[in-house]
């Protein structure tokens, strides 16, 4: 019981001292921003947008890679007889 409130205790010190280190880096962060002005605000929005594009880039690879995998699930399954196959022909 003593050794588990020890490590609870070294535990609960170590995030305390994370969150204090984050705080003052995110403090300096902002103390340089302000220095730089208007100037960087340019910068600033340039690699808004490169990171949004990059966000929407992996996100469409996503979604792209999730349907040619289910693709080639269905056709497992159809080859293996666990589905009936799809009818693919165009009738009206």
Do not use: Y
């Amino acid at each position: 019981l003593k050794s588990e409130r020890g490590r609870r205790g070294i535990k609960n010190a170590e995030l305390v001292s994370t969150w204090k280190k984050e705080t003052l880096r995110k403090d300096e962060r902002l103390r340089k921003q302000a220095e730089r002005g208007a100037e960087a605000a340019g910068d600033d929005l340039l690699e808004c947008q490169v990171l949004a594009a990059t966000r929407i880039a992996a996100h469409w690879k996503r979604k792209v890679e999730r349907r040619r995998f289910q693709r080639m699930r269905e056709e497992e399954f159809e080859f293996l007889g666990m589905v009936k196959p799809k009818d693919n022909s165009n009738e009206e």
